[in-house]
């Protein structure tokens, strides 16, 4: 099946400081990529869809300029937390839609916040 | 507004024991309904998917769910239970309408040995 590398899956920083994770899908083309954010027993929160090539739309309530999202090909979308604090310290997982959409989905292993 | 419902935040089973993990939705039309399972720090697995045809899906892992329309439930199910099975479930929706996923609050189910 397909396949969504993420990265970081782990990631440790200082308030203030910028983290960036990357999504790549690994064997097939991703016009389309979600950001999602997940709490603590509850479920995936849609931040953002990213196209390739074109500014991101995002969700009522997320923040374009604490979250950036850019989507400069068509197998690499990344998210960038700017000035992080621990508030957003959260659980972040991408999915990757490929371009023959055959209704599944395709989510990376996710990427573990912590901002201290 | 469109929604899908996990109505149990956890669902305790022993080994071998059938399991039954529920969801029901409210969505306009015909959609397309998923169940995927995740693991700690982990993203989210497929499981299988009801797009069309026979109301009973077999899926990944010996687990299946059915489809009903007039009670627009998609219970996932397992005829024996496995301790490695002790994961969160997500129930989703793609609405017809939006090509939106909706998901689940998710249930956590653990098979106690």
């Known amino acids: 099946g397909a396949v969504v590398s993420q990265h970081p899956s782990r990631v440790i920083c200082k308030s203030g400081t910028s983290v960036k994770i990357e999504c790549r899908s690994l064997?097939?083309?991703?016009?389309?990529m979600f950001w999602y954010r997940q709490f603590p027993k509850q479920s995936l929160m849609l931040m953002a869809t990213?196209?390739?090539?074109?500014?991101?739309?995002?969700e009522q309530g997320v923040e374009k300029d604490k979250f950036l999202i850019n989507h400069a090909s068509l197998t690499l979308s990344t998210l960038t937390v700017t000035s992080a604090h621990p508030e957003d310290s959260s659980f972040y997982i991408c999915?990757?839609?490929?371009?023959?959409?055959?209704?599944?989905?395709?989510f990376g292993e996710g990427s573990r916040l912590t901002v201290l | 507004a469109q929604s899908v419902a996990q109505p149990e935040d956890q669902v305790n089973v022993a080994e071998g024991n059938p399991l039954t993990v529920k969801c029901t939705y409210s969505?306009?039309?015909?959609?397309?309904l998923f169940w995927y399972v995740q693991y700690p720090n982990r993203g989210l697995q497929f499981l299988l998917k009801?797009?069309?045809?026979?109301?009973l899906v077999k899926g990944s892992y010996g687990f299946e769910a059915e489809f009903n329309k007039s009670q627009t439930s998609f219970h996932l199910k397992k005829p024996s239970a496995l301790v490695s099975d002790s994961a969160l479930y997500f129930c989703?929706?793609?609405?017809?309408?939006?090509?939106?996923?909706?998901f689940g609050t998710g249930t956590r189910l653990k098979v106690l040995a």
């Open positions: 989703a929706v793609r609405d017809p309408w939006t090509y939106k996923y909706i």
């Open positions: 969505v306009s039309g015909n959609p397309y």
């Open positions: 990213s196209n390739e090539g074109s500014k991101a739309t995002y």
């Open positions: 999915r990757a839609e490929p371009t023959a959409n055959t209704g599944e989905l395709f």
């Open positions: 009801y797009i069309t045809g026979d109301n």
């Open positions: 064997d097939f083309q991703a016009t389309t």
